[in-house]
């Protein structure tokens, strides 16, 4: 399906309008008319109830619907099985996952999804963004010297990143062991000697903790070690959802479902309660042998973030960089010199030789000949 619509057509001159980052609103690119996005006054980025949102999915899924906006679109890339939408015209002919050329023809109206609740608007520019790319490849020490003279060629995509957020009220009950440490002397003679012991007790506790906004991505179709090194994000900047703010940019829509994204949350939440058991129980070691977490005012947000995605070629290998456009942070993939790290490794076990050979040589005594050989006991 060729998308031919105009989502937001400029009142001066007809033309597309898009996001103009410098000034935070829909800028014409002919006539440089600017319109400025207009919310309601009440308008906020708020908290959706998570077992309510559940079962309206259930619901909507369960009978046919005509629920989805016929200006929403997407298109699934052949080469990697990414899945992205946009409003309107689509703004780029490559896939911002892989570089692969899109082909008109795959796309189609999106299905129901959870709303979008904020979008975190585009802060850094395509031209910073370049600027911080440059300055990522020369700080790439054991990059090969032609990649960090030549740099990094390829076009910037703008695109939104799918996330949940998820808040729990938790109340935490829990059983451990808690291991003091002693020594004791054992043996006599030469084989006389302190040995270090645990002595074990039983422990036990409860104590309540709230989570606020723990951060989730909602794709699976990037790397998820890079998407968690672009944080921290600026989340208190984020809009309340208006489509104006997509204007000229991608979308990407989430494979992570809600449910799913609360079970990798409470793996988060999990993670941090334990280390908060292990603080409550003491001693120099720690055992858990029960914990029982209770979740309850369960609340969520999707939200849409931004980043800026190129993918380059060394050598006919494709790279991905990512930045993050909230913050101006760099994440990527990048070749290695296998020389540097050699020279590096070998350089390195130089040292520990030299300091050995330096050693040895103050440890014998410089007033004796050489040829006069000491036993040690």
Avoid at 317 to 343: C, H, L, Y
């Amino acid at each position: 399906m060729t998308v031919e619509s105009r989502q937001f057509p400029c009142d001066n001159c007809g033309a597309d309008l898009r996001f103009h980052i410098g000034v935070q609103s829909l800028k014409c690119d002919y006539c440089s008319s600017v319109k400025t996005i207009a919310l309601d006054a009440d308008a906020a980025v708020a908290e959706q109830d998570f077992h309510g949102m559940l079962a309206k999915l259930r619901d909507l899924r369960s009978q046919t619907t005509d629920a989805a906006s016929n200006d929403l679109r997407e298109f699934t890339c052949d080469n990697c099985g990414g899945t992205v939408a946009f409003l309107g015209t689509l703004t780029s002919d490559e896939c911002a996952y892989c570089g692969t050329v899109v082909a008109l023809d795959k796309v189609h109206d999106a299905a129901d999804r959870v709303p979008v609740d904020g979008v975190l608007p585009f802060q850094i520019d395509r031209d910073t963004a370049r600027k911080n790319l440059k300055a990522w490849v020369k700080s790439r020490w054991f990059a090969p010297n032609a990649f960090l003279r030549r740099g990094v060629q390829g076009i910037f995509n703008g695109m939104y990143l799918p996330y949940w957020t998820f808040d729990s009220f938790t109340q935490t009950h829990w059983e451990g062991q808690r291991g003091d440490h002693y020594t004791v002397t054992v043996g006599s003679g030469k084989n006389r000697r302190t040995e270090t012991r645990t002595r074990w007790s039983w422990r036990a506790g409860s104590f309540q903790r709230i989570f606020d906004d723990v951060l989730l991505a909602g794709t699976t179709q990037l790397p998820q070690n890079r998407l968690e090194d672009l944080a921290p994000w600026p989340l208190e900047r984020c809009r309340p959802f208006d489509e104006s703010f997509l204007a000229g940019y991608l979308a990407s829509t989430y494979d992570v479902e809600l449910d799913q994204g609360f079970e990798a949350a409470r793996s988060v939440m999990e993670t941090r309660l334990r280390q908060i058991v292990r603080g409550e129980i003491g001693g120099d070691k720690q055992r858990i042998t029960k914990m029982d977490v209770f979740y309850d005012a369960i609340t969520y947000k999707h939200l849409l973030l931004p980043v800026w995605t190129l993918v380059y070629r060394y050598h006919g290998k494709p790279f991905q960089v990512f930045v993050n456009a909230g913050t101006g942070e760099v994440q990527g993939d990048r070749p290695w010199s296998w020389v540097k790290i050699m020279f590096a490794i070998l350089f390195g076990i130089a040292l520990v030789v030299g300091g050995i050979l330096l050693y040895q040589h103050f440890q014998t005594p410089s007033n004796v000949p050489a040829n006069i050989h000491f036993d040690r006991f």
